[in-house]
């Protein structure tokens, strides 16, 4: 069974930070492009960041350059968000996605992160 575990999300005052964590299990992790995403209530889910299937490529949305970083442990099955610098707008469920070219398209069940005072 193909599943993806969230976990790390939860209550943060702005400037904190929080480490996100996806464990992945019943698929070849390692051939596959991990992302994050978010959706924050009314608005549709946005791309955050991204890592290639070696993890020696990575991607980020704008909003969050300079500020999260993402990685993977190929031994553990497990992609990371580290988010440092949290602004309130940052508050979304957090989905972990896998995926491989066009031919598989995976998603965990989301881990909230709120950033509020």
């Known amino acids: 069974q193909v599943q993806l575990v969230e976990s790390g999300g939860g209550l943060v005052q702005p400037g904190g930070s929080l480490r996100l964590s996806c464990a992945a299990s019943?698929?070849?992790?390692?051939?596959?492009?991990m992302s994050w995403y978010r959706q924050a209530p009314g608005k549709e889910r946005e791309l955050v960041a991204s890592?290639?299937?070696?993890?020696?490529?990575?991607n980020y949305a704008d909003s969050v350059k300079g500020r999260f970083t993402i990685s993977r442990d190929n031994t553990k099955n497990t992609v990371y968000l580290q988010m440092n610098s949290l602004k309130p707008e940052d508050t979304a469920v957090y989905y972990c996605?896998?995926?491989?070219?066009?031919?598989?398209?995976?998603w965990g069940q989301g881990t909230q992160v709120t950033v509020s005072s």
């Open positions: 890592v290639s299937s070696a993890g020696g490529s990575t």
């Open positions: 019943g698929f070849g992790f390692s051939r596959y492009g």
């Open positions: 996605n896998a995926r491989y070219g066009n031919w598989a398209d995976y």
